[in-house]
Nanobody, 123 residues
Framework: QVQLVESGGGLVQAGGSLRLSCAASGRTFSSYAMGWFRQAPGKEREFVAAISWSGGNTYYADSVKGRFTISRDNAKNTVYLQMNSLKPEDTAVYYC????????????????WGQGTQVTVSS
């Protein structure tokens, strides 16, 4: 079992930055690929970014590529999402997720989920 807790969300103006953190506890964090997803009001949850267990490989959604950076610190059992040049359309609840199997963009492949943190970008 893995428990995930997100933090770092908040209200920011367009063009600003936020860094989300996801702290993991439970089974060996470094064994898991980690992902970030988001869900805007009235929309389905969508993939944002993912990182392999070693941190050596990453995936990004086209909508955030070049603006967001995913990273991890296995010594701290934490994964991060640095979000720069934020846009109002980035407003959503952001979730981190873990899966034991492989680096993937597919939501159903993830085994564990956090409760989410709200990010609101004002125009």
């Amino acid at each position: 079992q893995v428990q995930l807790v997100e933090s770092g969300g908040g209200l920011v103006q367009a063009g600003g930055s936020l860094r989300l953190s996801c702290a993991a506890s439970g089974r060996t964090f470094s064994s898991y690929a980690m992902g970030w997803f988001r869900q805007a009001p009235g929309k389905e949850r969508e993939f944002v970014a993912a990182i392999s267990w070693s941190g050596g490989n990453t995936y990004y959604a086209d909508s955030v590529k070049g603006r967001f950076t995913i990273s991890r610190d296995n010594a701290k059992n934490t994964v991060y999402l640095q979000m720069n040049s934020l846009k109002p359309e980035d407003t959503a609840v952001y979730y981190c997720a873990a899966n034991l199997h492989h680096l993937t963009r597919t939501e159903r492949d993830y085994d564990y989920w956090g409760q989410g943190t709200q990010v609101t970008v004002s125009s």
